[in-house]
């Protein structure tokens, strides 16, 4: 059985309920909390359901310790 997708929408929204700052360079998105920077490329951010990639969730929780289930039972 396959993971639910996670969409740039309800990333977006947990971000900013947990005070992570998002920073725009170009079409580009920077999420940016504790010194740690991660990038989403504008073919993931451009509108709330573009599909987050798995190595972009992958990266997320690397970083900042947030995992998928995290983001969708916010």
């Known amino acids: 059985?396959?993971?639910p997708a996670v969409k740039w929408g309800r990333l977006l929204r947990f971000l900013n309920r947990h005070?992570?700052?998002?920073?725009?360079?170009?079409?580009?998105?920077l999420i940016i909390k504790d010194g740690k920077?991660?990038?989403?490329?504008?073919k993931f951010c451009t509108s709330n359901n573009d599909e987050l990639s798995p190595a972009h969730?992958?990266?997320?929780k690397r970083k900042f310790g947030v995992t998928r289930e995290d983001i969708l039972n916010d």
């Open 57 to 60: 969730l992958s990266a997320i």
């Open 19 to 29: 005070n992570f700052q998002i920073n725009t360079d170009g079409g580009d998105k």
């Open 37 to 42: 920077v991660h990038r989403i490329g504008h």
């Open 1 to 3: 059985m396959s993971q």
